[in-house]
Structure formats: structure tokens, C-alpha cells
């Protein structure tokens, strides 16, 4: 069935307003989600201006347990054996960890985003470079620019997918033409376009902005962009087949997911870790403020008989000095000064507060001393929680290293789309200079994250766990190498380790039989040069043989 450029852009726009709709609702959630994170909690809330404010920093530090657990301080991705030959494998494998080498920065923020947002995303486009391998780039996207078939399954699944954003205007006319397209101020998702308020009174029309929608059609192959700003949305400024295919011809988007959790019956919306815990800490950042209120109430207060007491005697009083004496008219000085009572706070407070701080444990699958927290917990206590979090956390790298592997197999893809238009390229592969074509990394690859679900808490169980095993290991009669090599890879120590040890001849006991009693002078230079010609002639040598040292 074919659509006319009007039914196009009225799908997209149809599309568009409803992925505004839904992102405009949560809006306000965003905010307070992202402003715990960044310790801004009361950045929107109404409160009145003598009041002290105090907020922890749980937030932070919540989510940042969680991204340092899934730290992968090289990302790189290893090619299976599959439908394709050793050496284009190595290849295309080389170019791949490359390029994740230089992406650390831009995964560690989709990560981020994913865990104080329902989820984040990866992009990857074309930009100007002169070397072939770095002409893509790769920046985390936020959930908000993203729209998603919200009623698909799975990402694979999607009928239609599309990012939304603000293309300035000389990057516009750059890439589509000398176009003439009405500027806008750029919309702040957060803000509400207070930052860039007057701005286009201000700057000219090159200073300024377009509404850009990149939309990919999978049931009709398709890709439009469109922008509300050129020729009043009535034009599609780019309309044509979708240039990035897998191997077997099927249309890739440029846009890689990441989800952390995902809503059961609706996986594509994803969940957030932050609203887990966002009730704790409004709950613990009100109390800490109540607390600090009344601190601050907290005075030493008095009451005086007036008649008794005239303002240089207060003044005396007040002002403390070692000595002095005040005269009064009383007869008595009982009950001329009385100090006001200050009630206690109720104990419904701590406990209120050990509850509070109870949940947010709860809420947390990382145990306490993963966050730095030193605890009272046996050896035993810490194994079990070590590995219950290490499963859970792993779970989390599952999806990380899903990404990372889609996020590599996406950049194959569209070099070798961009090496179409050159007609070779060269890289340097294990000291051998390799010629790099389209058809070279187009074949069907197979490709795993390495050290797939690994984390620094399930790294240090692996290494007890096989310190542990190593004297059953030798009983049983594994391979001595076999063993070595996985420690070299366990414990990440040079490789230079595997190298072959050459054997050691055997000691030679410097304890004399009887014979030799026998036959040895007793002393002097013919004795010792007669020792020393016997033990050489009773050491094994070794013997240099066809394949080397035997």
C-alpha cells in the first residue's frame, strides 16, 4: 500500500503529539527525580522563606552505587565463531573495540539516565572526520527524545521509531541544502524555555534553531525527517529507504536502548530506579529539615519579675562579667528569674527515622558495605549478601553488555555503509597491515560483550572462588596451563605470564657417596676439579631437539 507525502507527514505528526503528550504528564516526575540526583530536592517546592531547608544526598549516592557497579572501564566486545572467516572475525573485531575504546563516557551517561529515568538511549550518526573509522559518533539520548511504539514488546519489534531534536540552522542548511527555514528558540525540556527566552529578538536566524523529527518507518523501509519549521511542515526534508541493514537486509534505526527495568505489560515505557526510593527520600529530607528548625528554636530562654528587676541590672545579668554584683528591691530572691521550659522532641522522631532509612535499604538490592557503609556483619553475613547482590547487579550488566553488543554491531553496520562511497580503507591488525572493504565486515557476526554480566563485586567472588579451587583443580588432574591461563584472565595480569617456562635440570645432592668417599683426593685443586667433572657428568642436559628445547 503506498502513502502520499501528506499521509507521511500527517502520521508523524499524529506520532509526535502524542509522544509529547505522554513525556508533558510525567514531566513534573522527571523533575523531581532528576533534581534528588543533582541534591536540588527543594528546587520546586513551596516552602516559606525564614525556613531552613536540609536535604541528604541519598540520591546521589544511590544511583551512583549503582554506576560504579557497573563500571566497565573498557567496554570491547569479542566475535563468536559463525557464518564468516578467522581473519575478517579479527578484523572487524579490532575495529569494533576501537571504537568502543573511545565511547566509556557516552554508555556510563545512557547508564545514568537509565537509572534516574525510565530508561536512556545511544545514538550513533555520521559526522566530519577525515579517518574513514572515525566518521561516527555516539552521544546518550534522553528518554524524552526518544519516541518508542509504546505497544510493542520489544524494541525489535517496533513498528516505528524516532528522535526528536533541535538541529541549529547552519548545521541545517549544512546537511539539507541552502533551505529556508523559520528559526525557533530551542525548548528546554525541564525549563520551559526560560533559558532561551528573548533570544531570538537577540541573535540572528544562524544563532537559532529548527524542530527536527528523524522518524524510521519499519513497516514501510522507510526514513522521513520532517520539521515543522521548513515550508510550514507541509515538506518532508528527507524521504528514502533506510540506508543501515543487518546482513540479512532487514532495516537498522541509529538508536540503541537501554533499559535497566521495564514495566511488565508495558516493556517499552521502562521503570526507574530512582522512583523505588524517591518517597524515603522526601520522607528523610522533610525530617531532616524539621530537625533543623528546631534545633535552631532550641534556645535558652528566661522569665523575670519586672518590678524587682530595672534594665541596668538585666544589662549586668546579660552581660556575664566575672564578679559583679546586682542589687535587687525583694526581699527574697526566690522566683525573680525562671527558665522557660523547652519540651524535648518526641523519640517517635528516631524511630520514625530508623524506619524511613530501613526502607531505603529496602529499596536498595546493593548491600551496605558495597557503598562504602562499614556494617557489623559476620564473614558469612557478607558472602551471602555479596553474592545476592552480585546476581542482582549482573542481571543489570546483562542489559548493559546487550547494548554495548547492539551499539557495536550498529557501528559494522554503518561503516560499511560509509565505506560504499571509499574504495578501501587501511588498518593495522596484530602487526599486519589489513585493506578494509565494505564487503569486509558485512558478513554475519555473532558478537558478546566481554566479560558478559561482570561487575567489580562478581569479579572479586570469581577470583575467591578460584583461589579456593585451585588445590581441587590440581587433585583432579586439569592442565597446569589451563589453570594459568585463566588466572592470567581472572586476575587481569600480563600476558607475557603464558609464556612457557623453560625446564630447570635437576639439583645435584652435594652430599658425596661412598664411592666418590672413596675415590676422592683428600684435598687440594685435583680434588675440587674431580667434584666438579663428576657433577656435570651426572646432570641431565637439556636436549635441543626439532621443535625446540625438550
Known sequence: ????????????????????????????????????????????????????????????????????????????????????????????????????????????????????????????????????????????????SVIVDRDAGTWRDQRFCGHHYYLPVHEAKQLYGNRKFSAVPREDYFENNERYSGRKVELSDEYMYIEVVEFYDFLFDKMYIWSPNYQQGNKLLVNETIPVRTYDDEPLASIVPLYYSRVPDKPMDGMSAMSRIYDQLHEKNILRTFWANSVRRDSRQFLYKSEHLDDEALAKITAGVDGAMIGVDSETLDGLIKVVEVPPISSNFDRYSNVVDADLQRGSILAPFSKGVATRATATEITALAQYSASEVGRMAVER???????????????????????????????????????????????????????????????????????????????????????????????????????????????????????????????????????QRAMDLPVQGAGGIA
Open 401 to 535: 553488555d546487550e547494548a554495548v553488543t547492539d551499539l557495536a554491531t550498529l557501528y559494522l553496520r554503518m561503516l560499511s555503509v560509509l565505506l560504499e562511497d571509499t574504495d578501501s580503507a587501511i588498518i593495522t591488525v596484530n602487526g599486519k597491515t589489513e585493506v578494509i572493504t565494505s564487503d569486509t565486515i558485512t558478513a554475519k557476526y555473532r558478537l558478546a560483550a566481554l566479560d558478559q554480566a561482570a561487575t567489580p563485586l562478581s569479579e572479586t567472588l570469581r577470583r575467591q572462588n578460584l583461589v579456593q579451587l585451585l588445590p581441587l583443580l590440581q587433585q583432579l588432574g586439569v592442565d597446569p596451563d589451563k589453570m594459568k591461563e585463566e588466572i592470567v584472565r581472572m586476575f587481569d595480569l600480563p600476558v607475557s605470564f603464558l609464556d612457557a617456562i623453560q625446564p630447570v635440570a635437576p639439583e645435584v645432592s652435594s652430599t658425596p657417596g661412598p664411592d666418590e668417599l672413596s675415590e676422592r683426593p683428600a684435598s687440594g685443586p685435583d680434588a675440587l676439579a674431580d667434584e666438579l667433572l663428576g657433577q
Open 1 to 144: 500500500m503506498s502513502r502520499t507525502p501528506s499521509d507521511v507527514i500527517k502520521f508523524i505528526q499524529e506520532t509526535l503529539s502524542q509522544h509529547k503528550k505522554h513525556w508533558e504528564d510525567k514531566n513534573s516526575e522527571m523533575a523531581r527525580y532528576r533534581n534528588a540526583y543533582l541534591t536540588q530536592f527543594w528546587k520546586n517546592e513551596r516552602h516559606a522563606a525564614e525556613m531552613i531547608r536540609v536535604e541528604v544526598s541519598e540520591g546521589y549516592s544511590f544511583i551512583e552505587s549503582y554506576v560504579a557497579s557497573l563500571f566497565s572501564k573498557a567496554p570491547a566486545v569479542e566475535i563468536g565463531k559463525d557464518e564468516v572467516s578467522k581473519e575478517e572475525a579479527i578484523i572487524a573485531e579490532t575495529l569494533v573495540n576501537r571504537f568502543l575504546y573511545d565511547q566509556r563516557k557516552s554508555i556510563e551517561n545512557a547508564s545514568r539516565m537509565a537509572l534516574i529515568y525510565p530508561s536512556g538511549f545511544l545514538k550513533l550518526a555520521p559526522r566530519d572526520s577525515t579517518d574513514i573509522f572515525n566518521k561516527v559518533s555516539v552521544r546518550a539520548l534522553e528518554p524524552w
